[in-house]
């Protein structure tokens, strides 16, 4: 029964950060600049793609190694963004409140590596 509550939310955080991430890059897709750039790629762009994969492979069952490549990546990047905007560094894209969604990535991939790590565990 826990199991299925952990896969339960792990699918939750998933739409949850799919759904957001999907409508950051769709805006910096329309009006360009919105996200801070890695190279010349949209961090908003790789951060949904690090939504993308990892929940594939999650839902056809294709292993840990390509969930966890992509959501600790992702989690890397929202970890500097996080880091940096904390001390004034970066500046991360921020909600019409002001709050800055590189926090929320960073609570979405952080769950996402804890609740896989935990699914895989014996739990009584």
């Known amino acids: 029964m826990k199991k299925k509550m952990i896969n339960y939310g792990i699918y939750a955080v998933f739409v949850f950060g799919i759904l957001g991430a999907g409508n950051l890059a769709y805006t910096e897709f329309l009006h360009e600049g919105t996200c801070p750039k890695l190279g010349v790629i949209p961090a908003c762009y790789i951060i949904f793609g690090c939504l993308i994969i990892p929940f ?6 294709r292993g840990n190694a390509v ?16 880091i940096g905007q904390l ?7 921020k909600m019409e409140s002001g709050f800055p969604m590189c926090y929320i990535s960073f609570g979405i991939f952080f769950s996402l590596v804890v609740l896989k790590f935990l699914q895989g565990r014996k739990i009584k």
């Open 87 to 93: 001390f004034g560094k970066v500046q991360c894209p």
């Open 67 to 82: 969930y966890f490549l992509f959501t600790s990546f992702a989690l890397a990047i929202a970890t500097y963004a996080t």
């Open 56 to 61: 594939v492979a999650h839902v056809f069952n």
